[in-house]
């Protein structure tokens, strides 16, 4: 009997949606899109084809969003091939490799899901920061090593240091895990099943900012506050 075969179901489904959410947290990085189709494509085109666009972006619904109606459990076919992208060899390697990951894995599934529920129509004022934020990267980009970042918009981004105000020591976690939302939308995931919370805040001026990681703000360099259910209760929003 395999290891595979000792798990039960619901074990089974914990380690399923845990390499789809790695995977899709791979892409993500990969491929710099955002857009299900994009992650889609990308992913598709990294496998060669062997997986069908119908099938991942089924895989990301069901087992990233939380859809019922397409979340399937998919084919051991499928579920070897998705983790040779993640460097194993099969779905029981992937699953010898990752027992110690669930609480992180969690973390990332909250922070997908927070991030597609809260897409708004924000284009103006992104058009507007990077223009600008473009602008500045453009000017201090020139001859020193990209070991500093700077927030651009709603995220870090590498870069030259040039002894700018806003400009940071490259942290490459903080990179990676910084955003800010457009806010908070009612229905997403605020804590993981240890009470960690998965956004933090500030209050600056009468006016909240929400983050996805604790930290310093990126702008004010005041010390974020972790999400609260007052908060949320009060500010959370519906969302499209």
Same mark, same amino acid.
């Given at each position: ?9 619901? #074990? ?15 892409? =993500? ?12 494509? *990308?992913?598709?085109? +990294? ?5 069908? &666009? ?14 019922? /109606? &397409? =979340? ?26 990752? +027992?110690? @990951?669930?609480?992180?894995? /969690?973390? $990332?599934?909250? %922070?997908?899901? %927070? ?8 284009? +103006? ?11 500045? %990267?453009?000017?201090?980009?020139? *001859? ?10 709603? *995220?870090?981004? +590498? ?13 490459? #976690? ?17 804590? %993981?099943?240890?009470? @960690?919370?998965?956004?933090?805040? &500030? ?12 930290? $310093? ?7 974020? /506050?972790?999400?609260?259910?007052? $908060? ?9």
């Amino acid at each position: 009997m395999t290891k595979e075969k000792e798990l039960n179901s619901e #074990e089974r489904e914990s380690f399923i949606q845990m390499l789809v959410a790695l995977v899709f947290d791979k892409v =993500k990085k990969e491929s710099k899109r955002s857009s299900i189709n994009g992650l889609v494509t *990308h992913l598709r085109d +990294k496998l060669k084809g062997q997986i069908s &666009d119908k099938t991942l972006e089924r895989l990301y619904k069901g087992y990233i969003l939380g859809r019922k /109606k &397409d =979340k399937k459990t998919p084919q051991q076919y499928s579920l070897d091939i998705l983790s040779t992208y993640l460097g194993a060899t099969s779905f029981v390697d992937f699953q010898e490799k990752n +027992k110690k @990951e669930k609480e992180r894995v /969690k973390r $990332i599934i909250a %922070l997908i899901i %927070l991030e597609e529920k809260c897409k708004k129509n924000t284009m +103006k004022y992104r058009i507007g920061i990077l223009f600008f934020a473009g602008l500045f %990267l453009f000017i201090t980009l020139k *001859h020193q090593e990209r070991n500093c970042m700077i927030w651009v918009g709603n *995220h870090y981004e +590498k870069i030259k240091c040039s002894g700018g105000k806003l400009e940071k020591s490259l942290d490459q #976690e903080t990179l990676a895990e910084m955003k800010q939302l457009n806010g908070l939308c009612k229905g997403s995931t605020f804590f %993981l099943p240890n009470d @960690e919370p998965v956004v933090w805040y &500030d209050k600056y001026h009468n006016k909240l900012t929400f983050f996805t990681k604790e930290g $310093i703000h990126p702008t004010n360099g005041r010390t974020l /506050k972790p999400v609260t259910p007052y $908060i949320i209760n009060k500010y959370a929003e519906e969302c499209d």
